[in-house]
């Protein structure tokens, strides 16, 4: 077994030749490998149930254009300095933040910044994953036509009971989790090869929805909800939420794109590669709210029902159509696609660090932070049925944990990560890593300085009720 003092050792002195730093962990075999692995963990539930509920509810297409601006003016800057501090330091965030710290002259107590990422990660992950656990049991329901001709009562039912019960809640959350584990403990190469599969899988379901809601006689209606601006439906607060969805749909501040950003070949363009990022998660959340918005619209629903969007409005819709059954089993592969694809990016930073900085194996370590993850998971897990009662601050367990790590520790970890790499970092360091001084870099530099982290702590006063 590899001792801890060996494995600084060999991430001090491992070198390609060129005194260039490589990661313990391996690196992703391509550019393309890279952008599935980063669009796979920034793809997720918030794409596909949270950004078409969200613009239900504040007036369609004016939000749309809002969060578009947002993700282009916060999300890339933020993600290109999460990817050129994690490629600089080709450590877990916790080392990464701690090691360049020190290269710049400051402080190594920038480490607390990456661990205030990874923690919200795995926090995060451990409500994350008893919400995607009920995609999975969705699948057998869906596949054996439970939603077929079902009417409003008996599709509410049929979640209330589910999530009522909490030995079913936490055998879905416990089998997700393992999937996590059984794929992050296979490494870099075990993340590329699920990416490889899940990604493509993923659009090609996307797609196949898709070209239904074609046909389905209200795209038309869909599109003009989508894309028609309705600024007299959005308030102030819609724009803020727009900024704070943009943020957590690219998954930044979580160390996930700090951890893949270390796994990223040298000669690969940090800017091309966060545009191809961009664009691909930012195309994933439109064609969601194309394929859920004409089903809802042709079946007279609300477009802004929130959560409940996607565990009793599209059952009931699914139940109601002639390909219903073929269609429902579709869709909740699809989301428990999208979910596991993220969920690996909110584990891997965990599992990089405990590797870096004990004497566990990779395998050793996926386990014990699937485990720890696992165990906090049950707070959440038992808050929607027999610690429903049991309130405090914001409400439930699972109330309190999605508040604090949405509205207090990612804003937080996101302004921190962009200032360091904008105002703490030499240009010589961050010219190195963005390709230069050019037109994009300035760009860059003037965002990150400046109005990102602002925007940022705009949402952070706005969701802790100080604007």
């Given amino acids: 077994m590899i ?95 701690s090691l360049l710290g020190e290269e710049e002259g400051r402080s190594t107590q920038w480490k607390w910044v990456g661990a205030l990422g990874v923690i919200a990660a795995m926090l995060i992950l451990s409500y994350y994953s008893v919400i995607a656990g009920w995609t999975l049991t969705y699948i057998p329901k869906a596949f054996l036509g439970q939603f077929a001709g079902a009417d409003v009562a008996t599709i509410a039912n049929l979640f209330d009971d589910f999530v009522g019960s909490p030995l079913a809640v936490i055998t879905a959350h416990s089998i997700f989790m393992f999937l996590n584990f059984f794929i992050i403990a296979a490494g870099v190469k075990g993340l590329e090869r699920a990416v490889k599969f899940l990604m493509p899988a993923l659009l090609f379901l996307l797609v196949v929805l898709f070209f239904y809601s074609l046909t389905s006689g209200s795209f038309g209606a869909g599109v003009a909800f989508m894309f028609t601006p309705n600024f007299a439906a959005l308030d102030w607060d819609g724009v803020l939420t727009a900024m704070g969805l943009a943020c957590f749909t690219l998954s930044i501040g979580m160390g996930a794109i700090m951890a893949y950003g270390a796994y990223l070949p040298q000669e690969t363009s940090i800017t091309n590669a966060t545009v191809s990022v961009v664009l691909a998660d930012t195309g994933i959340a439109m064609l969601a709210g194309l394929v859920i918005f004409p089903l809802v619209f042709a079946n007279g629903l609300n477009p802004g029902e929130g959560p409940d969007l996607v565990f009793k409005t599209l059952p009931l819709v699914f139940g109601q159509m002639q390909a219903g059954t073929f269609l429902a089993t579709i869709f909740f592969i699809l989301l428990a696609f999208a979910a596991l694809t993220s969920a690996l990016g909110l584990m891997e930073p965990a599992v990089a660090w405990m590797v870096e900085s004990t004497d ?99 949402i952070f006063m706005q969701a802790i009720g100080w604007i």
């Fill in 360 to 458: 566990f194996s990779r395998r050793q370590s996926a386990a014990t932070i699937a485990f720890i993850i696992w165990f906090f998971g049950l707070g959440t897990a038992l808050s929607f049925n027999v610690l429903s009662e049991f309130t405090f601050y914001q409400g439930t367990i699972y109330e309190n944990v999605d508040f604090i790590t949405s509205n207090i520790m990612l804003p937080m970890s996101a302004v921190f990560i962009t200032i360091f790499a904008a105002w703490v970092m030499s240009q010589n360091s961050t010219s190195d890593e963005l390709n230069g001084h050019g037109f994009v870099y300035r760009v860059w530099q003037v965002l990150a300085r400046y109005f990102a982290p602002i925007a940022i702590l705009i």
């Fill in 3 to 97: 001792t801890y003092l060996e494995k600084e050792l060999q991430m001090l002195d491992n070198n390609n030749g060129n005194g260039e730093r490589q990661s313990l962990h391996g690196n992703w075999s391509s550019r393309l490998a890279f952008i599935m692995a980063v669009t796979g963990s920034a793809v997720g539930l918030g794409n596909i149930w949270k950004f078409p509920y969200m613009a239900g509810q504040n007036g369609g297409g004016a939000f749309v254009l809002v969060y578009l601006l947002f993700v282009f003016l916060i999300g890339m800057p933020v993600m290109m300095s999460e990817i050129l501090i994690g490629r600089r330091g080709r450590r877990n965030p916790v080392s990464t933040m």
